[in-house]
């Protein structure tokens, strides 16, 4: 192969393996998205524009986008905590903690779907004590915040527990020394060095709340113009043979997902710059 | 995303404030992850148990839920071993050589990760539903690809597609390539330097990605629910027959089955968990 293209190496199998990532990557992932844009362009403009405009979609991306950037940014608190606890002190059961994070990466959506819809409905044993102060979380907007939270934690927590690890317990303790508040070493020593690592967690949180499905269809209600949300809509225009009403939605989604991948991407890199900078 | 859990030193004398801020915050913690983890989880097998372990036995002996729970071994059985195949070759290409658009190929490679599993499933009815591009031809032919069984793995395979990949391309970059180039040098062939060489080193991270993939493979709902046509018995895999279950307000059946793909997700945890700890251990 032409050494332009890549450096010699002597180990072999380079032709094979990457002809059949690219094969398989184009035939199971680019070839279908693919047909997502094509299908796409086969609507007239004003065809896209009504589909995109209609008001009931554009109730559900306020409603994706609107609950992903709360539960996002509960999780960028909460998650922060949470990694804090586990990175910086010791206490029982720290290690049973630190497995059970990732239990939203293991449990199917849909079980927690079902789960948070029991634990929130008006019977549940939560949405039981919620309702006596009149907030009902099942079946409203607060529901798939919920539901969202629950889906998005894991990834802030792994984000930014590397990170915590890394900062420099020495830079602390001098600024101790010199005399610093708890609060200030914070804001000015901790919160830096990790900021763009909680900056990445809250993106992909961001990013997987917008396209969640499963576990929010359950606890959501889907209301029209209420509590529905786009995926869910994609889904309704499929059933009812509105190919290319569900593929223009789609490809708004898809734009979006790209949008996000792109700004994890500039975020993880303008964090590898700072700490270049900052010569570690 | 490892567990990151490392030791804790601990340092010097604290202050009773400090002391008091500390149980705070693992108090916050541990009931923030207790309301949002456990609650839920305790709720799925509360109402499975709700009337008792007879019903709860009984809900398995509904034929559409055996049918399921073998549909849904039968895909993470297919879709797990392409994916790992794919994620080795994947892994070997970008972690042993260095070529053009590397980065972009990892970006791609990492796109089903960002997209919503209902558009993996749309996608799917737009290439192989009646009025898609392979439409036609597969009519003439007889072959049903959506609400069946091969749009159900193949909706799968695009879900799970990045994790064995992910797992390895750090994991091969950061290890490097000088044994295998030893190997190579001495005469030993590519398939047994690969077997003798590689896989020895990499086995943790790569069963690491095998069990996440079919944690994922058997869990999936968006992807599936849309190309599978919910036929009862047929095209529901465990996550669908729980919605229908559910639908159906037959909830102790609906949560028995969803109490099964719970005890999945736990056991992933701790063979994850296992895991890791042995990689730990391996490296220190």
Same mark, same amino acid.
């Given at each position: 192969?032409?050494?332009?293209?890549?450096?010699?190496?002597?180990?072999?199998?380079?032709?094979?393996?990457?002809?059949?990532?690219?094969?398989?990557?184009?035939?199971?992932?680019?070839?279908?998205?693919?047909?997502?844009?094509?299908?796409?362009?086969?609507?007239?403009?004003?065809?896209?524009? =009504?589909?995109?405009?209609?008001?009931?979609?554009?109730?559900?991306?306020r409603l994706s986008f609107g609950a &992903? #950037?709360?539960?996002?940014?509960?999780?960028?608190?909460?998650?922060?905590?949470?990694?804090? +606890?586990? !990175?910086?002190? +010791?206490?029982?059961?720290?290690?049973?903690?630190?497995?059970?994070?990732?239990?939203?990466?293991?449990?199917?959506? &849909?079980?927690?779907?079902?789960?948070?819809?029991?634990?929130? +409905?008006?019977?549940?044993?939560l949405g039981q004590k919620l309702s006596i102060f009149g907030v009902q979380v099942a079946y409203t907007w607060?529901? !798939?915040?919920?539901? #969202?939270? #629950?889906?998005?934690?894991?990834? @802030? @927590?792994?984000?930014?527990?590397?990170?915590? @690890?890394?900062v420099q317990r020495d830079l602390e303790e001098a600024a101790e020394t010199l005399g610093s508040k708890p609060f200030y070493t914070f804001r000015r020593i901790i919160l830096p060095a990790v900021f763009p690592a909680l900056l990445t967690g809250f993106t992909m949180a961001l990013a997987r709340g917008i396209g969640?499905?499963?576990?929010?269809?359950?606890?959501?209600?889907?209301?029209?113009?209420?509590?529905?949300?786009?995926?869910?809509?994609? @889904?309704?225009?499929? /059933?009812?043979?509105?190919?290319?009403?569900?593929?223009? $939605?789609?490809?708004?989604?898809?734009?979006? +997902?790209?949008?996000?991948?792109?700004?994890?991407?500039?975020?993880?890199?303008?964090?590898?710059?700072?700490?270049? &900078?900052?010569?570690? | 995303?490892?567990?990151?859990?490392?030791?804790?030193?601990?340092?010097?004398?604290?202050?009773?404030?400090?002391?008091?801020?500390?149980?705070?915050?693992?108090? !916050?913690?541990?009931?923030?992850?207790? $309301?949002?983890?456990?609650?839920?989880? =305790?709720?799925?097998l509360a109402q499975a148990l709700e009337n008792g372990w007879q019903a709860y036995l009984g809900s398995f002996a509904d034929p559409d839920t055996r049918a399921a729970i073998r549909l849904t071994l039968l895909t993470a059985a297919i879709v797990v071993p392409v994916n790992t195949i794919f994620g080795v070759c994947a892994a070997w290409a970008i972690a042993k050589? /260095?070529?053009?658009?590397?980065?972009?190929?990892?970006?791609?490679?990492?796109?089903?990760?960002?997209?919503?599993?209902?558009?993996?499933?749309?996608?799917?009815?737009?290439?192989?539903?009646?009025?898609?591009?392979? =439409?036609?031809?597969?009519?003439?032919?007889?072959?049903?690809?959506?609400?069946?069984?091969?749009?159900?793995?193949?909706?799968?395979?695009?879900v799970t597609f990045p994790y064995v990949a992910r797992e390895l391309i750090p994991l091969m970059q950061q290890q490097g390539s000088e044994e295998e180039e030893a190997a190579i040098t001495l005469g030993a062939g590519a398939w047994v330097t690969f077997l003798r060489v590689t896989l020895p080193k990499i086995r943790w991270g790569l069963l690491y990605g095998i069990i996440l993939c079919n944690a994922?493979?058997?869990g999936e709902f968006g992807a599936v629910s849309v190309v599978s046509g919910h036929i009862r018995g047929l095209t529901t895999t465990m996550p669908l027959q729980v919605e229908i279950l559910y639908n159906e307000y037959n909830f102790v059946a609906a949560f028995a089955v969803a109490s099964l793909l719970a005890v999945l997700a736990i056991v992933t945890l701790v063979l994850k968990t296992f895991v890791e700890w042995r990689a730990e251990r391996r490296t220190s």
């Open positions: 192969m032409a050494t332009w293209f890549r450096q010699p190496s002597i180990l072999p199998g380079f032709g094979l393996t990457l002809g059949f990532t690219t094969f398989f990557l184009s035939a199971i992932v680019l070839l279908p998205l693919a047909a997502l844009v094509f299908k796409t362009s086969s609507l007239t403009w004003s065809e896209f524009v =009504g589909v995109l405009t209609d008001p009931r979609a554009v109730a559900s991306y &992903a #950037l709360i539960a996002a940014a509960i999780n960028g608190v909460f998650g922060f905590i949470v990694a804090w +606890s586990l !990175v910086r002190y +010791s206490f029982p059961g720290r290690r049973l903690v630190d497995a059970i994070i990732d239990l939203p990466f293991a449990l199917p959506t &849909a079980v927690s779907g079902i789960a948070l819809a029991a634990v929130f +409905s008006p019977t549940g044993w607060l529901g !798939v915040v919920v539901a #969202l939270i #629950l889906i998005g934690l894991p990834f @802030v @927590v792994r984000s930014v527990q590397p990170a915590l @690890v890394e969640e499905y499963g576990s929010v269809v359950f606890i959501s209600g889907n209301l029209p113009l209420k509590t529905e949300i786009t995926p869910l809509l994609i @889904v309704i225009k499929l /059933e009812q043979f509105d190919y290319g009403g569900a593929a223009a $939605l789609g490809f708004i989604m898809l734009v979006m +997902s790209f949008v996000m991948l792109f700004t994890i991407n500039l975020v993880q890199a303008w964090g590898r710059r700072r700490l270049v &900078a900052s010569g570690r | 995303m490892a567990g990151l859990a490392p030791r804790i030193q601990e340092r010097r004398q604290v202050s009773a404030a400090t002391r008091l801020g500390r149980a705070a915050l693992i108090f !916050v913690s541990i009931a923030f992850l207790a $309301l949002l983890l456990l609650a839920p989880l =305790g709720a799925v050589f /260095e070529f053009r658009g590397k980065s972009l190929l990892i970006t791609l490679i990492d796109l089903p990760f960002a997209v919503s599993p209902v558009i993996a499933g749309l996608v799917l009815v737009l290439l192989f539903g009646a009025n898609g591009w392979f =439409g036609s031809w597969l009519q003439e032919r007889d072959i049903s690809i959506v609400f069946a069984i091969p749009g159900i793995v193949l909706a799968t395979i695009f994922r493979a058997m």
